[in-house]
């Protein structure tokens, strides 16, 4: 991106499509060539920054993502994909007509002091995924741009919000698979 150009303020992700083909060849192998996606090899997804940003726009335009069963999501630090506001702010149609994402969870993780990604910035990207009826939660911490990561009462709570977050996320996952069998 130009000099002062942020992923919420960007026109384009260049490579974008390139990044969200080799996310979705890991996330599920055995249907890369596949135009289905279904099987997710993994409990839950988690995102990073550039990688919150680059989830949220992939969940939003990807319907093999959406149908698939991968059910939680983890973004932390994220910020408004704006070259995707039209997919992200049309989820809840989306989700209304198509019935998408009806298992789908997702945790923010916010700092409060975040100077590289603005928490409005991830609050409004929170607030599209739980206007689609997705079960979206949100964590805060006092930290900055990362995980909690303190020896403080704070972090230590966000941490056990956030191992809480996966603990359920992994058992639902394994009940919906036991289901199944």
């Keep these: 991106m130009s ?6 303020n960007a026109d384009e992700y260049i490579g974008f499509d390139e990044s969200a083909s080799k996310v979705m060849d890991a996330v599920f192998p055995s249907n890369a060539s596949s135009a289905v996606a ?14 919150a940003i680059l989830l949220s726009a992939l969940l ?7 149908r698939s069963n991968c059910g939680s999501f983890i973004l932390n630090g994220a910020a408004w994909p704006n070259p995707y506001d039209e997919a992200l702010t049309s989820l809840s149609a989306q989700n209304t007509q198509h019935r998408i994402m009806k298992d789908t969870r997702m945790l923010f993780i916010m700092g409060k002091s975040d ?14 995924y739980k206007a689609a009826g997705l079960d979206v939660s949100i964590v805060y911490h006092e930290g900055g741009h990362s995980v909690p990561n303190g020896k403080d009462l704070d972090s230590e709570r966000a941490m056990r919000d956030v191992c809480d977050f996966i603990l359920r996320s992994v058992r639902e996952k394994a009940d919906r698979v036991d289901t199944k069998v």
């Excluded at 590289?116 to 599209?128: F, G, L």
Aim: proline share 5%; charged share 15%; net charge negative.
């Design 38 to 51: 279904e099987e997710c090899i993994y409990d839950l997804i988690l995102g990073h920054s550039q990688g």
């Design 115 to 128: 100077t590289i990604n603005p928490i409005e910035s991830a609050k409004q990207v929170h607030d599209c």
């Design 3 to 8: 000099p002062g150009v942020r992923s919420f």
């Design 60 to 66: 939003a335009t990807n319907i093999n993502l959406q």
